[in-house]
């Protein structure tokens, strides 16, 4: 279960991390106001209040934690897509909003750490620095890269260094639908 009275939105990715746990991004946007009831001023209701987008279960199905959502130094996605676990526990979040043009590394417990590209119109499918309504994101810990499926609107596959968010590669770019 749950923590409290938390729900949650429409779920756009769940991933499985090193330790077997179980990490899941949900839209919080997408709850509708009567759905949140708890949180209304004044409340509507005791149930619900909406879960934080990322939510961690341990292998047994028991809630870890739950973090998200804007913060101070970093673009919180307008739509929650995508998360990855890499292998040194740290958590990568994608969105898909048209203005979605980036992504985000966090620590396991909700630390701001990097923030590759940012909100607002792409640069196109050959831009190094700008995402184009990332996907998905993998990683490689034998090269320290992050993988972006930048494929809703770049259609490539993007290459960074993980630790630095420098570019590296990319192909796949000039597609059309």
Do not use: M
């Not at 279960?57 to 673009?75: A, C, H, I, K, L």
């Not at 929650?80 to 979040?93: C, F």
């Not at 417990?109 to 998905?136: M, V």
């Not at 590296?168 to 059309?176: C, D, E, I, Q, S």
């Amino acid at each position: 279960p749950l923590k409290g009275n938390w729900i949650w939105g429409q779920v756009s990715s769940v991933t499985v991390d090193s330790q077997d746990h179980v990490w899941v991004l949900h839209r919080p946007n997408t709850l509708l106001d009567d759905d949140k009831g708890a949180q209304q001023k004044p409340a509507l209701n005791r149930c619900c209040e909406a879960a934080p987008p990322v939510v961690e279960f341990d292998q047994d199905g028991n809630f870890v934690q739950g973090w998200g959502g804007p913060g101070q130094g970093y673009d919180w996605p307008k739509n929650e897509h995508g998360i990855h676990v890499d292998w040194q526990g740290n958590v990568w979040i994608s969105g898909n909003d048209p203005t979605d043009n980036h992504i985000l590394k966090f620590t396991r417990d909700g630390k701001f750490i990097l923030q590759i590209g940012k909100p607002g119109k792409s640069e196109g499918s050959n831009s190094r620095t700008q995402l184009g309504r990332p996907a998905s994101i993998e990683s490689d810990a034998s090269h320290n890269d992050i993988f972006v499926g930048d494929g809703y609107g770049n259609r490539r596959v993007i290459v960074f260094d993980a630790t630095t968010g420098a570019y590296k590669r990319h192909w796949g770019a000039y597609g059309a639908v």
